[in-house]
């Protein structure tokens, strides 16, 4: 008994300097349990009790970072004359349907719920062309209903239920812009910053797609332009 309770200590030792996984020192405490009638101190007991307790509170802290960190941007862009940011706003909730373009399907199926879109309002006036608000995707993608439905503007003819290719993600709205960001001001920014983080933005490199991926720091300075112009507005 003795060894054992030495070998633990020992083990737990050399795990403060790094050197031995707790892990480890569980799985050799397993098999001094009393069903080997081999009895722990309560001192060696809470010892190991507490480095499980750390390695679950560290789990905790690397899930909740990991999922910081693989949080998504996209930017989702619709003809305001169908659905503006004030229909977005009244519904709370809407279908993200209608995308028939294979690129910005698959940008559809890599979304996750919590991931962030810009709501952009396209085909208006140059004014009003731009980033408007904010939208979090609730439900990942699913087929597309409006692919089948034979009323649908967006009605595929060769959808079935079997074979319908299209997808669809259900948003939420979260802001709506005092000020409109347009696509002027953001091609500006790119211009005046060549090797910044706009002129790569997809959403002047893709200019058909109606959905398309940012960076976090994309989204960020499209954020801090927003309020440098909201600051301006007031």
């Not at 001094?32 to 480095?51: C, E, Q, T």
């Not at 373009?101 to 199926?109: D, H, I, M, V």
């Amino acid at each position: 008994m003795k060894t054992a309770q030495d070998v633990l200590v020992l083990m737990l030792a050399l795990h403060r300097f790094g050197l031995v996984h707790p892990y480890c020192c569980r799985r050799v405490a397993a098999a001094f349990l009393p069903n080997n009638n081999i009895v722990m101190s309560k001192r060696l007991h809470s010892a190991l009790k507490g480095h499980a307790d750390d390695d679950d509170n560290n789990a905790i802290k690397k899930s909740s970072k990991s999922k910081l960190n693989t949080q998504q941007y996209f930017l989702l862009k619709s003809e305001p004359q169908e659905y503006s940011i004030t229909n977005m706003q009244e519904d709370k909730t809407e279908e993200w349907d209608g995308v028939r373009n294979y690129q910005a399907r698959n940008f559809l199926r890599s979304m996750n719920v919590d991931d962030r879109c810009f709501f952009y309002h396209s085909k208006t006036k140059p004014a009003l062309t731009g980033i408007v608000g904010t939208v979090r995707v609730a439900r990942t993608a699913q087929p597309d209903p409006s692919a089948c439905d034979a009323k649908s503007d967006y009605y595929d003819p060769k959808c079935t239920d079997e074979t319908n290719k299209w997808s669809s993600v259900l948003v939420e709205y979260e802001q709506t812009f005092p000020v409109v960001l347009t696509l002027k001001e953001i091609k500006q920014e790119a211009s005046n910053d060549p090797d910044g983080l706009l002129a790569n933005l997809a959403l002047l490199k893709q200019s058909r797609l109606s959905v398309v991926p940012m960076t976090r720091e994309q989204w960020d300075e499209v954020m801090r332009l927003i309020e440098i112009k909201v600051g301006e507005y007031k």
